[in-house]
């Protein structure tokens, strides 16, 4: 039609096209109610994962499509008076390692493990009993099973311990923050390996003793494999936080000696004697030997499960099972 108008007006078929376009605007201007909250919850519904969070029993809400319950569970959960004054479109926090903020669904995780930390009691706080709790946690590597005493450990150094499933997409291994006054650290146990566990749980312990995140959150994404200090930059944080999670695990100079005597080809008895001589598990060799190698399809027989350890001794959120806090 615009094309033969054009041909009997003497007018670019564009024209008669952009008239209808501003008509058909303005009828629907007409008919319909303006929502100046349709762009809020387009944001937030957008960058939150509130069917993930509903699932996991985190928000009151038993229909992601009932608006006005699924706003009224974040408000609660996020602890903010309205939508605007939600942290996680803030941006206040910090991940370490690349120097970028968390995203929404990373935030979200965050606020759980404050949840769940805030109605734990534990002993008050001592930076001495933590450091003394090292050689105890450092006795337990031995053994998979040993690891459900750690959970112990800390909260008897004033340390605030909780095990939260990770949500789809986040890929956060861990955080340490401050939470009036007392040292929490959050594990998602995303990896559930032996040395996954003992060198996150280690790397949040040196957040805490170098009083790191004490006035933000040290989210901790990617510790380990392949993409693991891929990052733009790593902060001196970070790399702190690394050198003594790695020098727990498998001494450092150890392990540069035995990488000398054995490269390129490391059998299998020589890996477990000298895991016995550090009276250490073979997993914990074999991951260090996993990120000094840059083979991280090698040694896999020996990185046993450790989950099922420490779950039952712990504050856990996930796999099925929902903490009795913050809801």
């Not at 007006?9 to 564009?14: K, L, V």
């Not at 303005?26 to 349709?38: F, K, M, N, S």
């Not at 450790?306 to 913050?326: E, H, K, L, Q, T």
Request: charged residues 30%.
């Amino acid at each position: 039609m615009a094309i033969r108008l054009g041909e009997v007006f003497g007018i670019r078929p564009e024209h008669f096209l952009a008239l209808q376009r501003r008509y058909d605007l303005a009828q629907a201007r007409l008919v319909t109610r303006p929502d100046p909250e349709r762009a809020k919850r387009a944001r937030v519904y957008g960058e939150l994962p509130v069917a993930e969070m509903i699932k996991r029993g985190w928000l009151e809400a038993d229909n992601i499509r009932d608006l006005e319950k699924v706003e009224a569970a974040l408000l609660k959960f996020f602890n903010s008076p309205t939508l605007d004054d939600i942290e996680v479109f803030q941006h206040s926090s910090k991940k370490t390692g690349n120097d970028s903020d968390p995203t929404p669904t990373q935030n979200a995780w965050i606020y759980r493990v404050k949840q769940i930390a805030g109605d734990m009691i534990v002993n008050r706080y001592s930076e001495t009993a933590l450091r003394e709790a090292l050689p105890k946690l450092s006795g337990l590597l031995l053994a998979p099973e040993e690891a459900r005493k750690a959970p112990r450990i800390l909260a008897e150094s004033g340390v605030r311990y909780v095990i939260v499933e990770s949500l789809p997409s986040a890929k956060v291994d861990g955080v340490a923050f401050w939470l009036e006054g007392s040292p929490v650290i959050g594990m998602t146990l995303r990896h559930d390996r032996i040395d996954n566990f003992w060198f996150v749980l280690r790397h949040e312990i040196e957040h805490i003793l170098r009083r790191h995140g004490r006035s933000g959150t040290m989210l901790d994404v990617e510790l380990e494999g392949e993409r693991a200090g891929t990052g733009e930059t790593v902060s001196r944080e970070e790399s702190e936080a690394n050198e003594a999670a790695a020098n727990f695990c498998v001494p450092k100079e150890s392990l540069r000696r035995f990488i000398a005597r054995k490269f390129p080809f490391f059998a299998e008895r020589d890996i477990l004697g000298f895991a016995r001589t550090l009276n250490i598990h073979p997993g914990l060799v074999a991951g260090q030997l996993q990120h000094e190698t840059k083979r991280y399809d090698r040694f896999r027989n020996h990185l046993v499960k450790i989950r099922s350890a420490v779950a039952p001794s712990a504050m856990v959120d996930g796999w099925g099972d929902v903490a009795p806090v913050g809801i």
